[in-house]
């Protein structure tokens, strides 16, 4: 072949080469409504546009019936249930916070919530939890769960909201002095149960793990209303008389736990 009709070929074959441009993630509009999202190759020289889509089939269309070329937007991934039974398992801690500048309650706590997804935004159910502190105190929970999701997202924020019924096991020592022909001090050991209610708000954020399991992680505020002060040292105080006491208690709690 000739030096100069190589040079054609080449050129011709550049010519073609740049007027045939893919793009991938794009929405072809048609001037009869429809449209058509997928890789889009527009050809200059010949005048069309070809598209394949997701199913890797391809349509042909003439320019003249195009109305415009737009970016799709990004679809975020969700491979989670949208509706159904959810149990979400958690542990982690809770920091009591004392009053009168004493020293933090530090806790370790275990959750169980069962739920029913009634939108990929929003759960409702019922969940039952414990605290074991190092004071010899444990706390056992029973309290409705509400959850709502921010985005339809396999990583989605969240806020959780517990409320309910608490009571407080306190394994207390009494002194006794008992006086005779002896005098003599006497510890005696004895197990307080004291009632109340629960308040529990959150943030958090979910991460799918497959389409079955996600992990979660939250952090949060709790609230205690005891019927008895004394057993609670760790909070306010107020309406004390002769028959009844009751305490706020106040803490910052940390959860981790998985979802299925």
Not at 49 to 78: G, L, P
Not at 98 to 123: E, H, K, T
């Amino acid at each position: 072949m000739k030096p100069y009709l190589l040079a054609i070929v080449l050129l011709l074959f550049c010519l073609s080469a740049t007027a045939q441009i893919s793009q991938t993630g794009k929405i072809v509009y048609l001037k009869d409504g429809s449209n058509v999202k997928g890789t889009v190759t527009i050809n200059d020289s010949a005048g069309y546009v070809m598209v394949v889509d997701k199913y890797n089939e391809s349509h042909y269309y003439q320019k003249n019936m195009v109305a415009k070329i737009d970016t799709a937007k990004q679809q975020r991934n969700y491979t989670l249930k949208a509706h159904g039974y959810v149990c979400n398992i958690e542990m982690g801690g809770t920091d009591i916070i004392a009053r009168d500048g004493g020293a933090n309650i530090p806790a370790f706590s275990f959750n169980i919530i069962n739920s029913y997804l009634i939108s990929p935004y929003a759960s409702i159910g019922m969940g039952l939890g414990t605290e074991i502190a190092e004071n010899n105190t444990e706390t056992f929970s029973l309290y409705a769960n509400s959850r709502v999701y921010f985005i339809k997202s396999d990583i989605s924020p969240f806020f959780d909201l517990d409320i309910g019924y608490i009571s407080m096991f306190t394994n207390a020592l009494n002194y006794y002095n008992y006086y005779g022909g002896l005098s003599f001090a006497s510890y005696q050991s004895h197990l307080s149960v004291t009632p109340g209610m629960t308040f529990s708000p959150s943030l958090g954020i979910r991460v799918a793990a497959s389409k079955k399991i996600a992990i979660t992680a939250n952090l949060g505020y709790k609230l205690y209303y005891l019927h008895n002060a004394d057993a609670f040292p760790y909070g306010s105080t107020f309406n004390e008389n002769a028959d009844h006491t009751y305490s706020l208690g106040h803490a910052l709690t940390f959860k981790v736990g998985f979802q299925f």
